[in-house]
């Protein structure tokens, strides 16, 4: 079985500032890495994946990713904040071969402050 | 190209009774999976149905069972609800088959309140 720690569960930053919301992650099995973005009263977006090769990924909107197996972590950075960047992220984990039955951490409120 | 449809988007029901939620996956989906997010929690997988078939399922009670007809839609139904099943019930879609680099495409879901 897989499981997330998602370390923070609020993280204010003001506007134009750097962020990074950190994930853990624990498998006995290799995984795939997703991060999800959930706007209010809204489904989930796909922000970026991790699957192989460099274990730095870009995403949308900025955002991108570092994958580091040794620390189990796949923590979230974007170096310049927007107000519209405030949402709730979510770190999910799948196993190889899993058929698409994510994991997901509690999720990480960022509020971007003006 | 319609996306995920779910409905209804707000439902409110009382302890004992029985509820049903609906999907439309996203046009050229074959593959439905539901997920019980409860307030301030991430998203819990409940059960995936591919050819109208449950296919995989969570940690979750006999109480929770589902139905996908053969036009892909899908259902999730609720017997003798609980105070603890208020959530916001998300469908995600996908193709069965298609590599990791196709996501999964989630609706805005359902918000069930028991009362």
């Known amino acids: 079985a897989q499981s997330v720690t998602q370390l923070d569960s609020q993280v204010p930053v003001f506007e134009e500032a750097p962020v990074e919301l950190r994930c853990n992650y624990s498998?006995?099995?290799?995984?795939?890495l997703f991060w999800y973005v959930q706007y209010p009263n809204q489904g989930l977006q796909l922000l970026l994946k991790y699957l192989s090769g460099s274990t730095l990924v870009k995403g949308i909107n900025g955002f991108e990713a570092e994958f580091n197996k040794s620390q189990t972590s796949f923590h979230l950075r974007k170096p310049s904040v927007h107000i519209s960047d405030t949402a709730e992220y979510f770190c999910?984990?799948?196993?190889?071969?899993?058929?698409?039955?994510?994991?997901f951490g509690s999720g990480t409120q960022l509020t971007v402050l003006p | 190209d319609a996306g995920v449809t779910q409905s209804p988007t707000h439902l409110i029901k009382t302890r004992g009774q029985q509820v049903t939620l609906r999907c439309s996956p996203k046009?050229?989906?074959?593959?439905v999976s539901w997920y019980q997010q409860a307030l301030g929690q991430g998203p819990q997988f409940i059960f995936q149905y591919y050819e109208e078939e449950e296919r995989q399922r969570g940690n979750f009670p006999d109480r929770f069972s589902g139905h996908q007809f053969p036009n892909y839609s899908s259902e999730l139904n609720v017997n003798a609800l609980l105070l603890g099943d208020s959530a916001l019930y998300l469908c995600?879609?996908?193709?069965?088959?298609?590599?990791?680099?196709?996501?999964?495409?989630f609706g805005n879901g359902t918000r069930l309140t028991v009362t």
């Open positions: 498998s006995s099995v290799s995984v795939y």
């Open positions: 046009s050229g989906h074959d593959t």
């Open positions: 995600a879609s996908s193709l069965r088959g298609s590599s990791y680099n196709s996501p999964l495409h």
């Open positions: 999910a984990v799948t196993a190889l071969g899993s058929a698409r039955q994510l994991t």
